[in-house]
Nanobody, 118 residues
């Protein structure tokens, strides 16, 4: 499966962005999907995940109440809605197939840069 993330950009603190992750080559409807991020000089970290049918989501404490993950299996796409953005949210955001840890991920998207200015 190939994953194409999009929607990143420059936004002011307090603003919002919506990232999309479109999958191709294979249906993702049976898979756990996640979003990770990597800030400059830091390790990649899990942000949000969603189970195969969208019934369960999992969130890092740092984004709870601000970020939301959703999926449209008919469109083979996963979304990350980011609100109340903070400068510390600045990072390259990656979508992934498989799990909430890097060890469980079977495929990564190419990443999309989110920059939050203060």
């Amino acid at each position: 499966v190939q994953l194409q993330a999009s929607g990143g950009g420059l936004v002011q603190a307090g603003g919002s962005l919506r990232l999309s992750c479109a999958a191709s080559g294979r249906s993702i409807r049976s898979y756990f999907m996640g979003w990770f991020r990597q800030a400059p000089g830091k390790e990649r970290e899990f942000v949000l995940g969603i189970n195969w049918n969208g019934a369960s989501t999992y969130s890092a404490d740092s984004v709870k109440g601000r970020f939301t993950i959703s999926r449209d299996n008919a469109k083979n796409t996963v979304y990350l809605e980011m609100n109340s953005l903070k400068p510390e949210d600045t990072a390259v955001y990656y979508c992934a197939v498989g799990g909430s840890t890097s060890e469980r991920v079977s495929a990564w998207g190419q990443g999309t840069l989110v920059t939050v200015s203060s």
